[in-house]
């Protein structure tokens, strides 16, 4: 079955950085689209950042553009998310997606997989 497990959460003070992985396994991760989405307590999951399955396309959120990077490793079926310049409003539950589609997207249902999520809290 697909599983997709988030890692390298945690609490950080504002302005600092942290790296997400997502390890994928039991679907074509070469040939997947990939995203990432978070969700606030009492907020719905928005979109953060998308790549193509070449990793030639990303797309971010006006709120984090200049501040994150999606990237992936197609040898290692890993997916990326580097943090850097994190804010208090960042805090929220990290999720990634795959979608068999191997274009980017930003909308949430177009993804088919989701992982569990992984927690970031940024303190002021």
């Known amino acids: 079955q697909v599983q997709l497990v988030e890692s390298g959460g945690g609490l950080v003070q504002a302005g600092g950085s942290l790296r997400l992985s997502c390890a994928a396994s039991?679907?074509?991760?070469?040939?997947?689209?990939m995203g990432w989405f978070r969700q606030a307590p009492g907020k719905e999951r928005e979109f953060v950042a998308t790549?193509?399955?070449?990793?030639?396309?990303?797309r971010y959120s006006d709120s984090v553009k200049g501040r994150f990077t999606i990237s992936r490793d197609n040898t290692k079926n890993t997916l990326y998310l580097q943090m850097n310049s994190l804010k208090p409003e960042d805090t929220a539950r990290y999720y990634c997606?795959?979608?068999?589609?191997?274009?980017?997207?930003?909308?949430?249902?177009?993804?088919?997989?989701w992982g569990q999520g992984t927690q970031v809290s940024v303190s002021s």
């Open positions: 039991g679907v074509t991760f070469s040939s997947s689209g």
């Open positions: 790549i193509r399955w070449s990793g030639t396309i990303t």
């Open positions: 997606a795959a979608r068999s589609d191997g274009a980017s997207a930003i909308d949430r249902a177009l993804y088919d997989y």
